[in-house]
C-alpha cells in the first residue's frame, strides 16, 4: 500500500536509480517510489527537473510548506485521470446559479452536521440541536455572501464551545484568527486545515476531478478550489478531533509554540506529532454502507466520486455525515 512521505529535516531530495533519495550532512534516506503516494515537504529541500519528472511518470505530488509549517503550495503532476466531459459539467454547475447554490449548501450542510455530531459527543446536547434546527435557515438563503456568512456564524457558536471540550487551560478559546493565528488553539487549526486541505487535493488528483472549480469557495485566482469545499464536511471529524485528542491528551502542550508577536505557530516537534496522529486518524476505519470498512482516507476519495456522479447525473450529491 502506498504511503504519505512527511520531510521535516533539511537536505536534498533527488532521483537514484528507481528510487527517491534524501540526504545531507548526517544521513541518507531511500524511499521506493512505488510506495510513495505524495510527499510533504516542511525543510529546506533542495530538487532538480530530473527528480521533477520522475516523479511525474509515477504520479506523486509535492507539497511545500512554509517557515511556520503553514502549506505553500504544490508541485501537481499532469492530470492523468483527466476528463475533459467531466471538467466541461463542473463548469456548467458553476455557472448555473441554482445548480451552484445547491452544491454550496451541501457542502455546508455536511460541515453543519458534523460539528453538530462533535457537540452531541461532548454532551453539549443542546447547541447541536440548535445546529440542526439552523439547517432550515438553509432554504432562505439565496446567495454565496450569505451562505459563508451564515456558515462563518454558526461555526463562531461551534468554536465558542471548545472550551468546554478542551480540558486544558492552556488552551483557551476566545475567537478565531487566521491570518495570522494569535494563539496556540489558533494555530492548531490552521495547521489541521492546511494539510486536510492538501489531503483533499491528493484524492481528486486521482478522480476525473478538476480541483480548479469550487462551488462555496470562489473560483478565481486560486490555483485549487474544489478541495476547499469538500474540506468543509471533513474538518470536524478529522482535524477538530484529532485537536482535541491531542490537547485533551497532553501530546501537545505549550511548549510545541512558539511566538512572534500576534503569531503562534507550531514547532518542527509539535507538527511531527500532530502529523503523526492525523495520518492516524486518517487510517482509522468506519463502516460504509454497501462498501464494508473504508479508512477516512478513502472516505474522502469516496466523497470525489460522489460528486463525480452528480455531474453526471446519476444520483445528486449528498454530503457524509459521521453516525457518532
Known sequence: MKRVIYIFQNGTLRRKDNTILLENESRKRSIPVKAVSDIHIFGEVNINSKLLVFLSQNHIALHFYNYYGYYSGSYYPREYYNSGLITLLQAEHYLHHERRIALAK????????????????????????????????????????????????????????????????????????????????????????????????????????????????????????????????????????????????????????????????LTPQGRKIFVKEYEKKLAETIKYPNIGKVSYRRLIRIECYKLYKHFLGEKPYSPYVIKD
Open 106 to 265: 451541501s457542502f455546508v450542510m455536511g460541515g453543519v452536521l458534523n460539528m453538530a455530531k462533535n457537540l452531541r459527543r461532548y454532551h453539549l446536547k443542546d447547541m447541536a440541536e440548535h445546529f440542526n434546527e439552523s439547517l432550515g435557515d438553509l432554504n432562505k438563503i439565496d446567495s454565496i455572501p450569505e451562505l459563508m456568512a451564515y456558515e462563518g456564524g454558526l461555526r463562531e457558536k461551534y468554536y465558542a464551545e471548545w472550551n468546554n471540550i478542551i480540558k486544558n487551560e492552556d488552551f483557551i478559546f476566545d475567537r478565531r484568527t487566521r491570518r495570522p493565528p494569535h494563539n496556540p488553539i489558533n494555530a492548531l487549526i490552521s495547521f489541521g486545515n492546511s494539510l486536510l486541505y492538501v489531503t483533499v487535493l491528493s484524492e481528486i488528483y486521482r478522480t476525473h476531478l478538476d480541483p480548479r472549480i469550487g462551488y462555496l469557495h470562489e473560483t478565481n485566482r486560486r490555483s485549487f478550489t474544489l478541495n476547499l469545499d469538500i474540506a468543509e464536511v471533513f474538518k470536524p471529524i478529522i482535524v477538530d478531533r484529532v485537536i482535541f485528542r491531542l490537547i485533551n491528551r497532553q501530546q501537545i502542550t505549550e511548549k510545541h509554540f512558539d511566538r512572534e508577536a500576534n503569531m503562534s505557530y
